[in-house]
Structures are given as structure tokens and as C-alpha cells.
């Protein structure tokens, strides 16, 4: 059955996630432990501010632990990132929705909601800060890697929410959720613009693999608005002035380099975002020149042409 693999990918999704589930379930139970209730219903009528000012004592360390365990799961990072790239073989506009702006960013929110549980176990920031790091680097070499438009832009988030993360780890938690929502914008636009490529490629019936970046080529001559949207969310995601993206990666490098006193742990993982950030650029770069610029690599027999009203409108917008 051809479709199995996707089935295959969903169920890999599901079960990655199930994991993080599992953890957060275990994270609300030791909470419900420690507050001492006589009933569900006391924790249930409990004040959000009420159980976050409360001091859960030596279960501190493993509930922030096991939340941090949940976001990883959803958010997709080490070692429960595997499910994010495969998910890609949902529709663009379901992409752009949950794999750049809503779903995969609620572990984000997640931490920077529970921050004062964090703040009392700095031992989990240091071990969120340096998973992040490793997600963000190994998702940028992967993303260099890859032919496929949309399993590139998949990487590349994986990559972006290890500098959500980052910055988490780092204490700045208004910084993450400003990269959350610059990070949204432009990626929503890129896959939103994936989608008009592949619907252009596939209705010229002449490549085998609409989505493979080395069938084309030169389409911005054909596709003006999709190229020059694509090229403008690329500026962004590679942190070029004055694009919302540079604002959002500074203040989280910024947030890296004056976290902690002296040359600690945090410089290095400074240098490892800087260098991540290096590679944003260059594989967001090659994946446009791939796609929008250069030689046409596909049959001369058809020509792509620019997509409707209905999809270019909300690029541009």
C-alpha cells in the first residue's frame, strides 16, 4: 500500500509523543503529591498561581525534569525529534499550522509558564540548555543533508526549537517566546511557499519527485511572488537586519553569553549557537539558490507556472 508510509509517520509521531505524555502525567502526579489535597477536586480548583509559588521541597528537581521530558516530545527535541520530519508528509498549510507556529512550539510555553519550578532547580536549566544545543547542531548539519523542500524546512525547525530552548535554559523566557512568534511568521511563509513549488512541479507531470530541490531551478523567472516571499522568510530565518529573525536570534545569543559568570558552560554553548545560527544561513541559502535560482534541472517540455490568488495572497500577507 502506498500510503503506509505516512500511516508509519503518524504512528511514529504518536508514539513520541505518548513518551512525553507519560512524563507529564508523572510530573502532575509528584505535584499532587506534594501539595498534600485530600481530593482531586482541591488540586483541580487549585489557582494556577498557587501551585507554581508552592514549594514542592526535594520533588523540585524531578517535576521540573519530567516537564522538561514532556516538552521534548512535543517540541521535538533530543532524542524524541525523530517524529518531526516525517510528519512532513501532511499537507503544507498543515505545516505551516502545527510544525512552525502552534504544536511544536507548546513545550516552549510550557516551560516559560512553569518558570518558577525551573528557577528553583537550576540543575534542569543546565540540562535543557545543552540538549538544546545539541538538537539545534546536529538538525542544522542534518538540514545541509538533505533533497527533499520540505523535510529541509523540517530540520530546520527541529534546529529552530533547539534555540527556543536555548535561551529556556538560559533563564531568558520572554526571549524564547519572542523567537516563538518571530519564528511562527517565517516559517509558516516558508512552508506555505514549499507548497506552491510542489503544486507548481507537480502539475507539470514531468519529474518523478515534485519535492526534490534538484528538479529545479530557476523558478523565481516563473514564480515571482512565491521566489521573492521565499527569499524574504529565508533573509529572516538566517538572522539578516533588519528581519524579525536577527532581532529574536541576538537577544537569545545575548541571553547565552551573559548567563553564568566567567568562561562557564554557557560560552560554549554561546559559540554553538553562533555557529548553529551560521548554519541557518547556509542551508536556507542553498535550499533557494536550489530551488529559486540558477540552472532549470527540469524537463524543457513543460514550464511551472505561478500559483493562484488564493495561495500567493497569504505569502505576501
Not at 28 to 54: C, D, G, P, Q, W
Request: with cysteine; glycine share 6%; hydrophobic share 55%.
Amino acid at each position: 500500500d502506498k500510503d503506509m508510509p505516512k500511516a508509519n509517520s503518524a504512528q511514529m509521531a504518536f508514539s513520541a509523543i505518548r513518551i512525553g505524555d507519560f512524563a507529564m502525567l508523572i510530573a502532575i502526579f509528584l505535584m499532587y503529591r506534594s501539595l498534600a489535597l485530600n481530593s482531586v477536586e482541591e488540586f483541580v480548583n487549585l489557582s494556577f498561581v498557587e501551585i507554581l509559588h508552592h514549594d514542592f521541597g526535594p520533588d523540585t528537581f524531578w517535576i521540573a525534569l519530567l516537564v522538561f521530558i514532556a516538552a521534548t516530545g512535543k517540541s521535538a527535541q533530543i532524542p524524541l525529534f525523530v517524529w518531526l520530519p516525517d510528519a512532513m508528509a501532511g499537507p503544507t498549510p498543515v505545516s505551516a499550522l502545527i510544525h512552525a507556529a502552534t504544536m511544536v512550539t507548546s513545550g516552549i510555553y510550557l516551560i516559560a509558564r512553569l518558570h518558577p519550578i525551573f528557577e528553583a532547580s537550576p540543575e534542569v536549566l543546565g540540562v535543557i540548555v545543552v540538549v538544546a544545543a545539541l538538537t539545534a547542531i546536529i538538525a542544522a548539519f542534518t538540514a545541509i543533508a538533505q533533497n527533499d523542500i520540505k523535510k529541509v524546512l523540517a530540520y530546520s525547525t527541529v534546529s529552530q526549537l533547539g534555540f527556543m530552548f536555548m535561551a529556556l535554559g538560559a533563564g531568558a523566557y520572554t526571549t524564547a517566546i519572542f523567537h516563538v512568534m518571530t519564528h511562527a511568521f517565517f516559517k509558516a511563509c516558508l512552508f506555505l511557499g514549499s507548497g506552491s513549488v510542489i503544486h507548481s512541479m507537480e502539475h507539470m507531470h514531468t519529474v518523478e519527485d515534485p519535492q526534490d530541490i534538484r528538479t529545479m531551478g530557476g523558478l523565481r523567472k516563473y514564480m515571482p511572488s512565491t521566489g521573492t516571499t521565499f527569499w524574504i522568510s529565508t533573509l529572516a530565518i538566517a538572522g539578516i537586519i533588519p528581519l524579525s529573525g536577527f532581532f529574536s536570534k541576538d537577544e537569545i545569543l545575548s541571553s547565552l553569553f551573559f548567563f553564568g559568570e566567567g568562561f562557564d558552560m554557557y560560552k560554549v554553548i554561546w559559540f554553538v549557537a553562533l555557529f548553529t545560527a551560521a548554519l541557518t544561513a547556509f542551508y536556507m541559502t542553498r535550499l533557494t539558490m536550489l530551488t529559486f535560482e540558477g540552472q532549470e534541472r527540469f524537463p524543457d517540455t513543460k514550464k511551472p507556472h505561478e500559483s493562484t490568488a488564493i495561495m500567493t495572497i497569504p505569502l505576501c500577507i
